[in-house]
Every structure is written in structure tokens, then in C-alpha cells.
């Protein structure tokens, strides 16, 4: 079968660029595998293109606006499902263009394109997956490194705001030596409160604090490279930069436009509620005064179940009554993912 150049560039992104270059995961691979079945779907049923024929050319302005519009209103896909096939679709544009010119209108086309913006209602957290990837970006050969990894490991585990971190002192972490550590946090209007803490981030507490040799244990916990007390505005730039060469990593993750460090906190409590915790323990261990607060975080739960099922990532697959095509609809080498 006679395909275009998208499509020879395309079957080596994914059978040997993604795998063997960057060494992603299968699970990595699936993920940009079905930002492609979509919007080869959207050729095919909007188009009249069939995948074989879908070409660098058809990446252009007007098809690019249609093919948001397929996604939000035929699709059902949230924002947030659209930013990330559109940069599935702008990574495999990137890599393209510096093989194949003819992409480089392709991806201009792509990297220029108004996306639609998150809702208020949608709260910026990441998924367990994003976390785990973000807690690996700090080099931890560097001393700062390593009390940046520390720090957004300990952001994360206790669900402390971002002033919350600027002002604990090293005494406030309690039986760190102990089975149960503790972190002693103190909140909005001068209220403190314990949080547990797990034994990996005390183990990474520690080494950092004797690491840091610290005179007094009225110090801060965590320092700037200046060694003076850390600031929010020091955590959020920790934050973006963190995000920034996470996302660069994974393209296909990291969907919303904005992250701050309150998207620790929201990412904690969203995999607390996700594990079976109680709304009301959640509310207590976030320093919530009112349940309706910690309310929000069980509509973002629903709202993922609402997505998984509208995206039949379901386990069990329920077979179609309709007889099988036998015309490939996708290439061979997205069909195997």
C-alpha cells in the first residue's frame, strides 16, 4: 500500500524514535498511539482522507480548527484530552521537521494554534504517573538538587501549602526516626495541625537534614541557595521549571495550561479520595475549616470516572454487533499498541 511521507515518518516515531531513542514506556507509546487513532478517525470520518493518504499538507489551520471542534463536540473530550493529542501530535511534528521539511508548516501550524482553555471548574493536579515523573526530574548529584527533590517530595506527601513550607522549622518534623513521623504544619490564621508523614520521605528528610548540619533546630527546613528562608514565589519557580523539563519528557502528560505548588496539594488530596479516604479525614488532614471545601476534589474524581468510561479505557471490552471492516482504518503500527 502506496503512504505518504506523515506516514513513513510516523511508522519510525513509533517503531523506532519512541522505543529505542528515547526508551519510553509501552505504556508511553499507547498513550501517543491513541492521539493518532484520533485524529486519523477525524480524516477518515470528517475528511474523507484515509490514513494512508493523510499527508503533511492536511496539517494545516482550518483542518487543525475542525479537528477540535470533532473532539470537543463529537468526542465528548475535556480541554485538558485535547491538549494532550494536540501535543502528541506537536512532538511527532518536531521530531518530523528535522528529517522532512515539508513538516516545518505542518508543525507552525500546530505550535500556533489557540487552544481552548481549562474551565475554572477543573482543578490543575497530576495524575499518580505525572507525579512520579516529577519527583524524578532534580538531579540529586547536586546538593541543591537534592533538597529541591526533598522538598517537592515533602510538598506532595503532606499536602502543605506553599507558605506552609516556607515557614516549618526543622523541629516541626516530628519522630522522624520513629515508625510514625510526623510534619507539624501551620496553617491559615496561625492554626497548627499534624500531618503524617511516609517512612520514603522521612528516610529523604534525614539525609537532607544531615546533609544540611544545621546549628539549630529553630532553623527553617528548607533553605534557599542564598541561605535564607525559602519564599512562594521561590517554590512556584521551582514548580514551573520542574513541570517545564517534565513536560518536555512526556509531551503526552501534563495537559492543563497552568501548575502551581497548590497543585501538590490538590494532587494529594484527588489520590487520597482515589484510594478510598474519607472526605472528612481528607478535610482534616488538608486543615480544611468546612467539609463543602473538600467537597471539590470528589468532583474531580467523578469527572475522571465520567472520562475513563467516555474513553472505553474500561478493563472489559464489550464486542460490537456490527459486522468487522475489512479495511484497515489505521496503520499496522498504532493498531499493535
Known amino acids: 500500500m502506496k503512504t505518504t511521507q506523515f506516514n513513513n515518518q510516523l511508522s519510525k516515531y513509533f517503531t523506532e524514535f519512541l522505543p529505542q531513542i528515547r526508551q519510553c514506556s509501552p505504556k508511553t507509546i499507547e498513550s501517543y498511539s491513541d492521539s493518532f487513532i484520533s485524529l486519523f478517525s477525524f480524516f477518515h470520518e470528517k475528511k474523507g482522507i484515509k490514513f494512508n493518504n493523510v499527508d503533511f499538507k492536511d496539517i494545516n489551520p482550518k483542518n487543525m480548527d475542525d479537528y477540535i471542534l470533532y473532539l470537543r463536540k463529537e468526542k465528548g473530550n475535556s480541554n485538558s484530552t485535547i491538549g494532550v493529542r494536540i501535543s502528541a501530535l506537536a512532538s511527532f511534528l518536531k521530531y518530523s521537521s528535522k528529517r522532512d521539511m515539508r513538516a516545518l508548516s505542518a508543525l507552525n501550524s500546530v505550535i500556533n494554534m489557540k487552544l481552548p482553555a481549562r474551565t475554572n471548574k477543573e482543578i490543575a ?190 478493563n472489559v471490552s464489550i464486542p460490537a454487533e456490527d459486522k468487522p471492516q475489512t479495511d484497515n482504518k489505521f496503520p499496522d503500527f498504532l493498531s499493535d499498541f
Open 125 to 314: 493536579y497530576f495524575t499518580k504517573e505525572e507525579m512520579s515523573l516529577l519527583l524524578r526530574i532534580p538531579d540529586i548529584r547536586k546538593d541543591v538538587g537534592y533538597r529541591n527533590r526533598v522538598l517537592l517530595s515533602f510538598l506532595y506527601d503532606s499536602g502543605a501549602r506553599a507558605q506552609e513550607i516556607c515557614d516549618i522549622c526543622i523541629k516541626d518534623i516530628i519522630s522522624i526516626n520513629g515508625r510514625n513521623p510526623k510534619a507539624r504544619l501551620k496553617g491559615k490564621g496561625n492554626k497548627f495541625r499534624e500531618v503524617p508523614i511516609s517512612l520514603e520521605v522521612a528516610n529523604l528528610l534525614r539525609h537532607y537534614l544531615k546533609d544540611r548540619n544545621a546549628a539549630t533546630s529553630d532553623e527553617p527546613l528548607f533553605l534557599s541557595t542564598s541561605k535564607d528562608k525559602m519564599t512562594t514565589k521561590l517554590i512556584s519557580h521551582l514548580v514551573d521549571k520542574t513541570v517545564k523539563e517534565a513536560k518536555e519528557e512526556r509531551p503526552d502528560l501534563f495537559a492543563c495550561d497552568k501548575y502551581s505548588p497548590h497543585s501538590f496539594r490538590h494532587s494529594k488530596a484527588v489520590h487520597l479520595l482515589e484510594a478510598g479516604v474519607p472526605l472528612i479525614y481528607i478535610r482534616n488532614f488538608l486543615g480544611h475549616e468546612s467539609i463543602q471545601t473538600t467537597e471539590i476534589y470528589a468532583k474531580v474524581t467523578q469527572g475522571n470516572l465520567n472520562r475513563i468510561l467516555s474513553e472505553k479505557k474500561a
